[in-house]
């Protein structure tokens, strides 16, 4: 048991705690999301993963995606 609780933090393992995001957003405007991660292996990223996001109607289509500006390569372990 002690050895797979160690391989469960070798290296990153970034987790979402929270996500949020206002209830509606009228045409042609900006959405704002705000999340909350944490790193809970032992390591940074070494190369640049993006941050993806994608907004999918009601049907489940894709009605929009982007990347966010962060740098994962810059969290070490802990809460960001």
Do not use: E, M
């Not at 900006?30 to 996001?53: E, M, R």
């Amino acid at each position: 048991p002690k050895f797979d609780a160690w391989l469960t933090k070798l290296g990153y393992r970034f987790v979402i705690s929270q996500l949020s995001h206002s209830d509606s957003v009228a045409a042609g405007a900006s959405l704002a999301v705000t999340s909350s991660w944490t790193n809970k292996g032992v390591a940074p990223v070494y190369h640049k993963w993006p941050i993806a996001y994608r907004l999918r109607d009601s049907t489940g289509a894709v009605a929009n995606q982007w990347q966010s500006p962060l740098d994962l390569r810059t969290w070490l372990p802990g809460s960001y």
